[in-house]
């Protein structure tokens, strides 16, 4: 897919992965459609971004408010669904709030904004959307458990609806990264030394060139991990 002017679709586009995303595309000449719940810091970003970044304030596994965004956005080419919260400890440590905020961001979620965009996706000649799930969809961990139960969702979700739209013109990938320097664990209360864990920015930039290649081309289920880190990822 050339990307030029292509509009695509980055949720949790405000920092981490989805912030690096949105500058690799912009790079290449597409639209960027950011959706994140912070709204000041979206704000904020988009104005760093720069002209062909638009924002949108919404909360992914509100179904109401990505249905009402998917209306604002003319037409979709590429939908990447990233946004995520991380959970860990033993299920009888984990709270009740935290095992539903992680189902329904990052399974609810992935659902809900492929569901509402999915129409303007079909009437492309050409369109793809790509899941970011995690290595933690494809094996389970310690201390992990609720977490991988979201991302094993994500990941039979992403190989359903492929067979689902394997005769369509949308093209479905699930993309399996290991470790990143994020501040993702931050914000789940979880700190970790991650520094030499994998760069969002080299990350976004594979996910890119995986999005360049022709319709034709099928890379269907994607797994990156970085090699040699100092801490498990």
């Given at each position: 897919?050339?990307l030029?002017?292509?509009s ?16 690799s ?13 912070d ?20 909360d992914?596994s509100?179904?109401?408010?990505i ?16 946004a ?20 329904d961001?990052?399974?609810k979620?992935?659902i ?7 129409p ?17 969809g494809l094996?389970g ?19 359903s ?9 949308v ?5 399996y990264?290991g470790g ?8 789940a209360?979880n700190?970790?030394s ?12 594979i996910?890119t ?5 022709d319709?034709?081309?099928?890379m ?5 991990n ?5 801490t498990s990822?």
């Amino acid at each position: 897919m050339q990307l030029k002017n292509k509009s695509v679709v980055i949720t949790g586009g405000s920092d981490g992965l989805g912030f690096s995303l949105a500058k690799s595309l912009l790079a290449k000449g597409a639209i960027v459609n950011i959706i994140a719940r912070d709204k000041n810091k979206l704000d904020l970003v988009v104005k760093q971004l720069g002209s062909n970044a638009v924002g949108f304030s919404a909360d992914v596994s509100n179904w109401q408010e990505i249905e009402q965004v998917s209306r604002k956005i003319e037409s979709v080419d590429v939908l990447i669904n990233n946004a995520g919260v991380w959970i860990e400890g033993s299920l009888l440590d984990c709270e009740i709030d935290k095992i539903d905020q992680a189902i329904d961001i990052n399974l609810k979620g992935v659902i809900y904004t492929t569901k509402a965009f999915l129409p303007k996706l079909q009437k492309e000649t050409e369109s793809h959307v790509l899941n970011v799930v995690s290595t933690s969809g494809l094996k389970g961990r310690d201390g992990q458990s609720v977490y991988c139960a979201s991302k094993f969702g994500v990941s039979g979700f992403t190989e359903s609806l492929k067979v689902d739209l394997e005769k369509t013109n949308v093209k479905v990938t699930g993309f399996y990264p290991g470790g990143m320097h994020t501040h993702l664990f931050d914000k789940a209360g979880n700190p970790k030394s991650n520094q030499d864990w994998m760069s969002t920015d080299k990350v976004a930039d594979i996910i890119t060139f995986m999005l360049e290649q022709d319709i034709s081309m099928v890379m269907d289920q994607v797994v990156l991990n970085k090699r040699m880190t100092t801490t498990s990822n």
